[in-house]
């Protein structure tokens, strides 16, 4: 073995001063390939790099046929080379034709050649290509020949990171140099293009290789020791709930892993530098984790990719603050980021993109506020963008561009001129209301979640905010926020208000919006568990005490207070009862009480629209909230691209079932209105509005395209169309309510 080790150490040095040789990208491979033949005593070595994400290329070779590399090229997939790029893992075979999937490359020469070693070049994640090694001699190579030829595979791979190896073609172009598109999904709308500012930026590893192996094996020791100790500390804090401890438990699985620590141990005593080993176990692990079926240990993934960058962070000293600085207009790109972090960085940022995230989480509910394009699902741009890269984020369509060609970047451009142009245009109409020509007038509202909001209020032209976010002020401490904390920031938000209507909705947490401090609780299906109201009515001490703040708040003034998520009447009661009960307490105290109390529901649920009389007729308002509607009624889950957009809101039967809500709320006399993402949709919205809902609640930048089009178009004459369609038997009325449109000459 310590010859092996020896061997291995030796092979590693001479690459490392292959590599200090000055030279082209194509002249340090063939000297690779040549000096790996000669190490392991094999007649050929050839080295394959990825020209896209699903073809590899043949980009150096000692011993097969030169004519051939640059020209012969494979599949992910296709032959035994084929195989290791796809599944992460060695290839070791005696007979290689006999292998399943063998493919024969006759301009290569390589039919004489019977053994064959492939072993992936990777790098976190990353698939740079495979190094093969052959022999006429039908044998398969020993564990230490291909234990030593990964371990070159890794420095292979941080020297392509390094960019030793750039030249002319598609596959041995520069990493993180290439236009690349991520198809995500939409967690915000909007576009913006910028510059990428990593949240956590890559750890770089610029020795692969080391001298002394006993140096670097004290040094990963001493990174270790430090990282458990850091872990355990963590696990010590009484502040944890449920989930965070099973995140930390599982880093102190790992941290204390004596198979983690000797694996790396072993590659350092093959030559590897402390940060290379670390990498390496890394890159093997998640190609191990990567391939298993079980959900529970692929989501493992992160916990060892955390510990990982911990880990190299410990050994390297690099922090998050690399000392870099921030790019005019930043978009901040991340795995996933809290809602407190991505405050902090607040509206200097043009927009954001995450690997993970849900239309419904923390980091959507701030970008909202924020008015900020959101793209979440980007899987793996975190291992592709760097600091400072040219990125556009089309939030419309869960797009993202990075590094985009100019003839993208032109047309993105375009784009966003365009909208820029219309938001000039509609700036005209801030001060006139939203009448149709049949003289049918739309009130506009805003949601909004943050004091910064609420100078849109006045720019954007609405009439009041529809819907105030309030778990916002819980969401970003760490503790439950003290009353008389809340008190002073909903009284500064009527303050900004001028007296316009401001509908507060109360505490909408659950599902994927888990306060920090809150114990988490494990649902099958958290969208339709323990989430809004059910968790008000089940902790009322939380509920009375944000009541008792925003009774305070109103100072005097009217206040309008709206409980999410209700379901059925009852609960609606209860929770009625409960803030009059509030209201009543602070009389006998002597303080101030509002000058008018308005007091509704949202309509999130089908339920809701077939409850008792009582309740239309106790409610003093209803506000249909669209997006959980939807999904409820068409039973697609919202966080499930597979299903959300596949069903319209313009679909007749959602119509009916809306106009029944809207036939409901009249008998009664119920002010009825809709608030979610369809009401900011202009098409939608003139829909909304014909069916006879007069007020609307969207994000701010929706005002101006939606009053445009509703000030065009006469509601009545839509409405009959829309009748029509629904009478004779249409499933959606989109197609015939465009071509209307278009005969509006709009």
Known sequence: MDRTESESRKLLRRLRDTLAEPGAGQERLDRITHLIADSMGCEVCSIYLFRDEETLELCATEGLRSESVHKTRMRIGEGLVGRVARTLTPVNTANAPAEKGFRYMPETGEEIYSSFLGVPIQRVGEKLGVIVVQSKTAREFSVDEVDALEVVAMVLAEMTELGAFVGDGGAMAGLHKRPVMFRGATGQEGAAEGRVWLHEPRVVVTNPVADDPLTEIERIRAAVSELRVSVDDLLAAESLDKEQKQVLEAYRMFAHSRGWLRRMEEDITRGLSAEAAVEKEQSTARARLESVADPYLRDRLHDLDDLSNRLLRILTGQGRNTGAEMPESPILVARNIGPAELLDYGRKLRGVVLEEGSVGSHAAVVARALAIPLVIHADRITTEALNGDAILVDGDQGVVHLRPEDTVAAAFRDKIAMQAAAQSRYAGLRDLPAEARCGTRIALHMNAGLMADLPSLVGSGADGVGLFRTELQ??????????????????????????????????????????????????????????????????????????????????????????????????FDRARQMLLDEIERERQLGHALPAGLEIGAMLETPSLAYAPDAFFQTCDFISIGGNDLKQFFFAADRENEAVRRRYDMLNTSFLRFVSHIVGRCAASDTPLSFCGEDAGRPIEALCIAALGIRTLSMRPASIGPVKHLIRRVDLTELRALIDRECASGAANVRIPVMEWLARQDI
């Open 474 to 571: 819980f969401l970003i401490r760490a503790h439950v926020p003290k009353r008389s904390e809340l008190a002073a920031i909903y009284s500064s938000v009527m303050d900004a208000a001028k007296g316009k209507r401001i509908a507060f909705r109360t505490l909408d947490i659950g599902s994927d919006k888990v306060l920090p401090y809150m114990k988490r609780v494990d649902e099958p299906n958290p969208a339709m568990g323990w989430r809004a109201i059910r968790v008000g009515l089940d902790k009322p001490g939380v509920m009375r005490m944000q009541l008792q703040a925003l009774i305070r708040a109103a100072g005097g003034r009217p206040l309008t207070v709206m409980f999410p998520f209700v379901a059925e009447i009852g609960e």
